[in-house]
């Protein structure tokens, strides 16, 4: 079983720069895809960022792609740096997590086991 943490969230304003950190506890965490996905009112959970198990690959919504660095820390932290936030950027941010033995990211909600809390993120004009 793994216990994935979000922190980081909070309030900035446009333009401004958020790193979200996403903690693990549990089983070993090195051969874990991870992800990005996050959720604003009224509308569905997307998917932001993912990264493979190794780090070396990782892939974004076109709308974050050159703004928003996923990265993996230790073996059992990933990071999600944002800059240049936008006010249509406001949402919760959940970090996700699914055992691979692949060199994969995942681009789906479905796709992963693992979910934290979630972390809010919100960007004022």
Do not use: H
Request: proline letters at 2%; hydrophobic letters at 30%; charged letters at 20%.
């Amino acid at each position: 079983q793994v216990q994935l943490v979000e922190s980081g969230g909070g309030l900035v304003q446009a333009g401004g720069s958020l790193r979200l950190s996403c903690a693990a506890s549990g089983r070993t965490f090195r051969s874990y895809a991870m992800g990005w996905f996050r959720q604003a009112p009224g509308k569905e959970r997307e998917f932001v960022a993912a990264i493979s198990w190794s780090g070396g690959d990782a892939y974004y919504l076109d709308s974050v792609k050159g703004r928003f660095t996923i990265s993996r820390g230790n073996a059992k932290t990933v990071y999600l740096q944002m800059n240049s936030l936008k006010p249509e950027d406001s949402a919760v941010y959940y970090c996700a997590a699914r055992e691979t033995y692949s060199s994969d990211y995942y681009t789906t909600d479905y796709e992963y086991t693992y979910w934290g809390q979630g972390t809010q993120v919100t960007v004022s004009s």
